[in-house]
Nanobody, 115 residues
Framework: QVQLVESGGGLVQAGGSLRLSCAAS????????MAWYRQAPGKQRELVAA???????NNSVSVKGRFTISRDNAKNTVYLQMNTLKPEDTAVYSC?????????WGQGTQVTVSS
């Protein structure tokens, strides 16, 4: 059974940092792109950052220069280092893993940035 477990969310003041982790288990087949999405109250879910199996990254304009996505293929884990956080970064952050047998989502972790 495939399972994605996210951790690292919480409450932080503006200008602070958080590091999110998403560990995938139960995947006995190929993992491709891993990504982070977020959804703020009343807004559509948006892509924050993605990283291919070869390490090529893609960040949304709103987080460029502040957020960094990385992955540890040996641990089937993707990370999101978030620096210089702003109140508008407040959202539920979810990881997504694309595999050769479909894609899977984590349950989401709340990130709240106070002003």
């Amino acid at each position: 059974q495939v399972q994605l477990v996210e951790s690292g969310g919480g409450l932080v003041q503006a200008g602070g940092s958080l590091r999110l982790s998403c560990a995938a288990s139960g995947i006995a087949f190929g993992i491709g792109t891993m990504a982070w999405y977020r959804q703020a109250p009343g807004k559509q879910r948006e892509l924050v950052a993605a990283i291919s199996s070869g390490g090529i990254t893609n960040n949304s304009v709103s987080v460029k220069g502040r957020f960094t996505i990385s992955r540890d293929n040996a641990k089937n884990t993707v990370y999101l280092q978030m620096n210089t956080l702003k109140p508008e970064d407040t959202a539920v952050y979810s990881c997504r893993v694309l595999t050769s047998r479909g894609d899977y989502w984590g349950q989401g972790t709340q990130v709240t940035v106070s002003s």
